[in-house]
């Protein structure tokens, strides 16, 4: 596992080896770190519209509505703070890790 700290006003996005993230929230207050890609037949999520009152997101691909908490499953753990989001993401495997493109150099293990 490798962990890493970003500005959750400055990006959204985070990418550890093949696997994508994005950070998704329904009320601003609660926020999530959701994989990009659906379980259906991984279409980009994060192109999704969000209908908050019905916990869902609607896959653009087929138009599926995927509840949030099948899709918190798998989740990376998400902590926030005031100006900062620490993740919790699955091993790389020697893969570079990035923050919206940005190749993060530092990690815990
Ligand atoms: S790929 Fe998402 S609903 Fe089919």
């Known amino acids: 596992m490798a962990v890493v700290t970003f500005d959750p006003g400055h990006a959204r996005f985070v990418k550890a080896g093949s696997r994508s993230f994005f950070l998704s929230t329904t009320d601003g207050r609660v926020f999530h770190l959701l994989r990009t890609t659906c379980p259906h037949r991984g279409g980009p999520l994060h192109l999704g519209q969000l209908d908050a009152s019905r916990g869902v997101i609607r896959c653009p691909w087929h138009d599926n509505d995927i509840p949030l908490r099948c899709l918190e499953r798998d989740a990376a753990p998400l902590v ?11 091993d790389p495997g020697g893969e570079p890790i990035t923050v919206d493109g940005r190749l993060i150099l530092a990690t815990q293990r």
């Open 80 to 90: 926030m703070r005031p100006g900062s989001a620490t993740a919790v993401l699955p």
